[in-house]
């Protein structure tokens, strides 16, 4: 555990955080003073962990770690600044639109790039747009394991999209009447993405069928999806394990991949409902 002296005042919550397991650099954002990040180095001797480690801190709209040692910044002028871990400017340059107002972690080097309603994926070593996809109000991006496949999560509306090299492609969309929380990619999986609303488990699937894996007492926010188990946080930052039933996803995922053995063992042992495996299949 890491003890972090918290600000005071207003809008000084963290919004978002970011980890550097290379370099042990944990990076964290808030909306205190208009917007900024503070950088703190994670120290390897554990009987220091409840020490409090100094901060370098910085004014901006989002950072975000884009290398082993560099972490970028979206700053109050919409430029973005790419920093050392000694938090010195060693690249600056400007973003697909000059409106962009978020940035988000896409691999190595490169950006996601959130501008009104287009999300641009950015090259930073080539300076220069890679794709770009239309969707709304996007406050957070979850990747797949493969790096190719990501869901953009906004107020009301789940959006699945693959990287190709050149362009993103629009997988599938579900939109919501209830605020989405939080959501993982299944375990080693790049077809399935579970998310939580406020009262239900859902899934979507990357050809666009959806549905519901169980309902909640209270809202969670998922960590990871590991067997038949969802590991999250509840609102007071307690950590939860939910059993869950993924059988009706990992049927149609089976189907769509032509796994015709699993679909055959899923309809033996399974309980789905008949009449809904057959409306499926047809």
Not at 70 to 82: E, G, N, P, Y
Not at 84 to 95: A, D, F, G, Q, R
Not at 201 to 221: E, F, N
Not at 233 to 244: A, C, I, M, P
Request: charged share 25%.
């Amino acid at each position: 555990l890491l003890s972090i002296r918290r600000a005071t005042g207003t809008n000084s919550a963290p919004k978002a955080l970011a980890y550097n397991e290379a370099e042990r650099g944990l990076l964290m954002c808030s909306d205190a003073e208009g917007g900024s990040y503070e950088l703190y180095q994670i120290p390897k001797d554990a009987s220091r962990a409840s020490e409090t480690p100094e901060s370098k801190r910085g004014l901006g709209l989002a950072a975000v770690f884009v290398a082993r040692n560099r972490f970028a910044v979206l700053d109050k002028s919409r430029q973005i600044l790419v920093k050392n871990l000694s938090n010195e400017v060693t690249k600056k340059l400007p973003p697909p639109h000059p409106n962009t107002d978020l940035i988000f972690y896409a691999g190595t080097g490169m950006l996601l790039c959130k501008a009104d309603d287009k999300i641009t994926l950015f090259d930073l070593q080539q300076k220069r747009p890679m794709g770009e996809i239309v969707c709304a109000n996007v406050k957070y991006v979850v990747w797949a394991s493969d790096m190719k496949h990501f869901a953009l999560l906004s107020k009301h509306a789940v959006v699945l999209v693959r990287r190709d090299a050149q362009k993103l492609e629009h997988l599938a969309t579900v939109h919501e009447t209830i605020r989405v929380k939080s959501g993982v990619w299944e375990e080693g999986s790049t077809r399935a993405f579970i998310y939580t609303t406020l009262n239900h488990v859902k899934y979507c699937i990357t050809q666009g069928d959806s549905g519901v894996i169980r309902t909640l007492d209270a809202p969670v926010y998922l960590c990871k999806a590991s067997g038949n188990k969802l590991f999250c946080l509840d609102r007071e930052g307690n950590t939860k394990t939910l059993s869950v039933d993924k059988t009706e996803f990992q049927f149609k995922t089976a189907l769509i991949d032509r796994k015709y053995d699993e679909v055959l063992r899923i309809i033996k042992k399974s309980k789905l409902c008949g009449q809904a495996i057959i409306g499926y299949l047809q």
